[in-house]
C-alpha cells in the first residue's frame, strides 16, 4: 500500500468501525486485517493466518501443561469456581519433573511451530543482498518478523500462565494480524492489546485528531527526513572506494538520523492509526539519542523488541540450570570473580547474536549484534574505572558538558555499530570505520562541498537540517506521553486543525515521494 | 465546543486547499522557456474560453504541431484551424483531446496524423506528462489519464499534479513565479515554432521490423476516433506529414495498411511524404527530423489548400471579427518568424 492508499484506507476502517454497532466493530478489525494483508499479497495473508494457527493449535496443549505446572493450591482454590471441568482436571495436582519437561516440551514445539516461517524466510533472505538498502521487497513477508515474535510472546507468556488462551481462532487472528503493526510493530503483548481489541470503541475527538497528528507525524519523519537522509546514505554506500574518510564520519550521523525518522516514523504511523481507532500500542522509542551508554539506549530503542528478548531469552537463559551449573563451577575455581558474571555474558551475547539474526542471519547482521553484546560487556567491565573516576570528581556527573560527552559518544558508538545494516561485505564496514581516521582526502573532499555530489541539492540539505531540527524539538517537547503539551494541542479545535494543515502541506510538498522513490518501504520492515 | 470543532475543520479544509493549489500552481513546469512543447494542450483553452471555434482540427504528435501552421492555412485558404498535439502523443490521447475539444466546439474537419499509429504503448511518463498535464480536469481527461496511465503511474498525481511536481521546490526558477498566475502562449493555435536548419541524415536506412503490424490498441482509438466523427457529422482525414528520416521512418507497409483502413471507411488518406507539390528539401528539417517554419509553412499552404477544395470549396467568408483575430494571429507569427530571420542575418 502506498502513503496516500494507506492514508485513505484507514479513513476507510475508521469510518465503518465507528459507524457500525459497537459489538460488530472486531469484525471491521477482522476484515480490515484480512484486506491488508491481501493488498500485501495473498501470500502475506496466508503468513499471518499460518502462524495464528500454529500458536492457536498449539496454545491448547500449552495451556493444559502451564495449567499443571503452574497452579499452587491457592491458585487453584480461586480459580476453581471459574474453571471449567477441564481445567478443574488439569489443575487437580501439581506437576511432577515428568509432566514439567512434558510441558517445556509443548512450549517448545509450539514455538518452532509458530516460528519457522521466520527462520525459513531468514534462510532464503540469505540469496539476497544483506545490505538494507539494496533488497528487494518484502513483499509477501510482510512484517513476519514482527507478528511472529508478537505470537510466539502469546505462548510464552501462556506457559508462564500470565494469560489465558484465547478460545476464538478468529480474536487471536485479529491479535496476531493487528494491521496498524503488522509491517512495523511494535510487537505487541498479548495481555495489554488483545483486551483492547474486544472490547467495544466510541469516536472520541481526542483521540482521532492527536492520533492523526502523530500519524502525519509519522509521514513528515517519513518522507521529509528519513527518505531524503537516505538519497545521501545510497550515495556514500554505493561506491565505498569513492567515498571515505569525512564521508563515513558523515555516515554514521546521516544513517542514525535516516533509520531514526524512517522507524519512528512508521511506529508514529503504527501508533497513530490504532489511537484513532481507541487502541493503545506500547511506546517503541524513548528518545534514544539522549542516551548516555549503549546500554540504556538499547532501552530506549525499539523498546518492545528489547523487551522481548529480554524477557523471553535473556532473563530465562541468564537463570536456566546449565548457566547455574556453571557459575557454581567458576566460582569454585581459580576464575572465582568472573563466575558470578558469566551467565550474564554468556546470555548477553546469545540475546544480542539473536537479535543480530533477527535482523538477518548473514554474517554483517551478527557482527552488528555481537558487536553490541562487547561494547555492553566492554562497559560493564570498565564500570569500576567509571565509578573510581566519578568518585574523585564527584560532581562531573551533573555537568552539562560532560553529559553531552555522553551522549555524543554513545551516538557515535552506536552509529558505527549500525553502519554493518549497509553493506552486505561484513568487512567493508570496518575498513569503512578505519578510513575515518587515515583517508584526509575524503575529509577534505567533503568540507570542500562534497556533500553536494550526494544527490542532494543545497535547497534539500537545508530541508532535511530543518526537519532534523523539528524531530529533535518536538522529541524534547515529549508530545508523546500524555502530556502538556498534547493536551494544548488536540483541546483547541483550531490549533489542532493548524498542526494537521501545517504537517500535510509540509510532507506533500517537501516529501520525498513519487517517481523514483518507493515510499511505503521501511528500513525496519525488511528485518 | 461541535460547532468550534465543525468550524476549524471547515476553516482547516478551506486553507488547505488554498495552500496545495498555490503551490501545485507555483511548482509546476510552466514550459515556456525549456520544453515548450507542455504548454501545448493547456493553450488551447485560451481559445476555448473567448469563444473561438475553428473550421479544421489537427491531432497527432511532433508531426501535428511541427507541421501544419494554423496562421500560415489562415493566409492561403481563409480557413481557422487549431492544433492539438503533443510530443510522442499516441492515438488514444487524440481521441480524448478530440473528445475534450468536442466539449467546447465542434469543427467541421478532424486531421489526425497517422505517425502515431505504429505505437500500442506509451512513450513514458515524461511524455504523458507533457500531453496531459494541460487537459482540464473533466471526465476525458481522466480517462485519457487512464488510457496513457503505465504500472508505477497513480491516476490522482494527475488530478493533485503537486504530487508529481512538488520535488522542484528546490529548484524552482524565475519563470516559475512571473508566470504563476498569467502567461501568454508559446504556440501559434498549437503551432510550435521550430528555427533549426539541419538536413535529414540520407545515408541512414530505415531499421527492418520484425512485425510491420500496426498494433491494435491504435487501430481500436482510431476506429473511436473515426465513430465519433462520424457521430457528430465531421469529416475526419488522416495525413502522413511530409518528414522521412531514419528513426521516423514511414514503412510502406504501414502506408498500406492505413490506406486500406482509409478505404475501407472512404476515408481521405494523404500521405505527404515526397509531394512534389510542397518540394520539402534538406533546409525545411529543423534538426534532420522534424520540420522548421520554412517546411512548416510550404505544407501549410499546400494542405491548407487542399481543405479547401476538398471540404470547403462554397464556405460562407468569415465575419469581420473573426478576421481581425485572425489577422493579429498572423502578425503575431510574422513576428516571430522575422525575429528569427534577423537573428539568422
Keep these: 500500500m502506498s502513503t496516500l492508499e494507506f492514508v485513505g484506507f484507514t479513513a476507510a476502517v475508521l469510518l465503518l468501525y465507528y459507524l457500525v454497532p459497537r459489538r460488530a466493530q472486531s469484525a471491521v478489525l477482522l476484515a480490515a486485517n484480512v484486506f491488508y494483508c491481501l493488498s500485501a499479497g495473498l501470500l502475506c495473508l496466508l503468513s499471518v493466518i499460518g502462524v495464528t494457527t500454529a500458536a492457536f493449535c498449539s496454545s491448547v496443549k500449552i495451556e493444559r501443561a502451564a495449567a499443571k505446572e503452574h497452579a499452587t493450591p491457592q491458585e487453584r482454590a480461586v480459580t476453581k469456581e471459574h474453571a471449567t471441568p477441564q481445567e478443574r482436571a488439569v489443575t487437580k495436582e501439581r506437576a511432577t519433573p515428568q509432566e514439567r519437561k512434558k510441558s517445556r516440551r509443548t512450549l517448545v514445539f509450539g514455538l518452532v511451530f509458530t516460528l519457522s516461517s521466520l527462520v525459513l524466510v531468514k534462510l532464503f533472505s540469505l540469496l539476497e543482498s544483506a545490505s538494507v538498502l539494496f533488497r528487494e521487497s518484502e513483499g509477501g513477508t510482510l512484517g513476519l518478523a514482527f507478528y511472529s515474535l508478537s505470537a510466539s510472546g502469546y505462548l510464552i507468556d501462556l506457559y508462564r500462565g500470565k494469560i489465558r488462551r484465547e478460545k476464538s481462532f478468529l480474536k487471536l487472528f485479529i491479535f496476531v494480524g493487528f494491521f496498524p503493526c503488522i509491517r512495523l510493530g511494535p510487537i505487541s503483548r498479548y495481555s495489554q492489546l488483545s483486551p483492547q481489541l474486544n472490547k467495544p470503541h466510541a469516536p472520541v475527538w481526542e483521540n482521532i485528531v492527536s492520533g492523526a497528528i502523530r500519524m502525519l507525524w509519522g509521514y513528515f519523519k517519513k518522507l521529509v527526513v528519513a527518505d531524503t537522509a537516505l538519497v545521501a546514505v545510497r550515495a556514500i554506500v554505493a561506491e565505498p572506494q569513492k567515498y571515505g574518510g569525512g564521508y563515513i564520519f558523515f555516515l554514521i550521523i546521516l544513517y542514525s538520523v535516516a533509520i531514526y525518522a524512517d522507524f519512528t516514523g512508521g511506529i508514529d504511523i503504527a501508533l497513530g492509526a490504532s489511537r484513532m481507532l481507541d487502541i493503545s500500542l506500547a511506546e517503541n522509542f524513548d528518545r534514544p539519542f539522549s542516551s548516555e551508554s549503549v546500554r540504556e539506549y538499547w532501552k530506549r530503542w525499539h523498546i518492545t523488541l528489547g523487551a522481548y528478548f529480554t524477557d523471553y531469552v535473556f532473563y530465562p537463559l541468564s537463570i536456566s540450570r546449565p548457566m547455574r551449573a556453571i557459575s557454581k563451577r567458576l566460582r569454585k575455581s581459580k576464575y572465582k570473580k568472573i563466575g558470578k558474571k558469566m551467565p550474564v555474558y554468556i546470555a548477553l551475547v546469545f540475546t544480542w547474536f539473536l537479535t543480530g539474526a533477527w535482523h538477518g542471519l548473514s554474517p554483517n547482521f551478527i557482527l552488528w549484534g555481537l558487536s553490541n553484546a562487547a561494547v555492553i560487556i566492554a562497559a560493564q567491565e570498565l564500570s569500576p574505572l567509571s565509578a573510581r573516576f566519578h568518585q574523585k570528581h564527584p560532581t562531573v556527573n551533573n555537568n552539562a558538558v560532560w553529559r553531552l560527552f555522553c551522549v555524543v559518544r554513545t551516538f557515535l558508538i552506536i552509529g558505527a555499530i549500525r553502519i554493518f545494516d549497509l553493506w552486505g561485505n561484513a568487512l567493508t564496514t570496518p575498513r569503512a570505520i578505519a578510513s575515518i581516521f587515515f583517508d584526509a582526502r575524503g575529509w577534505k573532499d567533503l568540507f570542500g562541498g562534497g556533500f553536494l555530489s550526494l544527490g542532494l541539492s543545497l535547497p534539500e540539505w537545508i530541508a532535511l537540517a530543518v526537519g532534523v531540527a523539528l524531530i529533535f524539538a518536538v522529541s524534547k517537547l515529549d508530545f508523546k506521553k500524555d502530556g502538556k503539551m498534547r493536551n494544548i494541542v488536540t483541546r483547541r479545535p483550531l490549533l489542532t486543525m493548524l498542526v494537521i494543515v501545517a504537517l500535510v502541506s509540509a510532507t506533500a510538498i517537501f516529501g520525498s515521494y513519487g517517481v523514483g522513490f518507493d515510499e511505503s518501504s521501511f528500513i525496519y520492515s525488511q528485518f | ?345
Excluded at chain 2, 512571473?178 to 498549437?190: I, K
Excluded at chain 2, 489548400?305 to 498572423?330: C, N, Q
Aim: overall charge negative; glycine content about 6%; proline content about 3%.
Design chain 2, 1 to 345: 465546543m461541535r460547532k468550534k470543532r465543525i468550524f476549524s475543520i471547515v476553516f482547516a479544509l478551506a486553507l488547505l486547499g488554498a495552500i496545495l493549489a498555490f503551490f501545485s500552481r507555483l511548482l509546476m513546469p510552466k514550459h515556456v522557456s525549456m520544453v515548450r512543447e507542455g504548454a501545448l494542450v493547456g493553450e488551447y483553452y485560451i481559445e476555448a474560453d473567448e469563444g473561438r471555434e475553428h473550421q479544421i482540427l489537427f491531432l497527432g504528435d511532433c508531426e501535428a504541431y511541427g507541421c501544419f501552421i494554423p496562421a500560415i492555412i489562415w493566409e492561403a485558404s481563409g480557413l481557422t484551424s487549431y492544433v492539438r498535439g503533443s510530443p510522442a502523443a499516441r492515438v488514444w490521447q487524440s481521441y480524448y483531446l478530440l473528445l475534450d475539444t468536442l466539449e467546447y466546439e465542434k469543427p467541421d474537419v478532424v486531421v489526425l496524423s497517422v505517425f502515431a499509429l505504429c505505437h500500442g504503448d506509451a512513450q513514458s511518463e515524461a511524455y504523458n506528462r507533457l500531453a496531459l498535464d494541460g487537459m482540464r480536469l473533466s471526465k476525458n481527461k481522466i480517462n485519457a489519464v487512464k488510457a496513457s496511465m503505465s504500472e508505477d503511474e497513480i491516476l490522482i498525481s494527475y488530478i493533485f499534479p503537486l504530487l508529481r511536481y512538488h520535488s522542484r521546490w528546490s529548484e524552482l526558477r524565475r519563470e516559475d513565479i512571473d508566470y504563476l498566475f498569467a502567461r501568454e502562449a508559446v504556440s501559434h493555435n498549437g503551432y510550435l515554432f521550430e528555427s533549426g536548419s539541419r538536413a535529414p541524415d540520407t545515408e541512414q536506412s530505415p531499421e527492418e521490423l520484425f512485425d510491420y503490424s500496426l498494433p491494435d490498441r491504435a487501430i481500436e482509438y482510431l476506429d473511436k476516433i473515426r465513430l465519433c466523427c462520424e457521430e457528430r457529422g465531421i469529416a475526419l482525414v488522416l495525413v502522413k506529414s511530409p518528414t522521412q528520416s531514419g528513426h521516423y521512418w514511414w514503412y510502406d507497409e504501414w502506408d498500406a495498411r492505413v490506406r486500406e483502413y482509409a478505404e475501407r471507411y472512404r476515408l481521405d488518406y494523404y500521405n505527404l511524404i515526397g509531394s512534389e507539390e510542397i518540394g520539402i528539401d534538406g533546409g525545411d528539417y529543423a534538426d534532420g527530423v522534424h520540420l522548421n517554419f520554412l517546411g512548416a509553412e510550404k505544407t501549410s499552404r499546400y494542405f491548407g489548400k487542399v481543405l479547401k477544395e476538398k471540404y470547403f470549396p462554397s464556405a460562407a467568408p468569415h465575419g469581420e471579427e473573426t478576421k481581425r483575430v485572425w489577422k493579429d494571429k498572423l502578425d503575431k507569427y510574422y513576428i516571430e518568424r522575422n525575429k528569427f530571420s534577423e537573428g539568422e542575418k
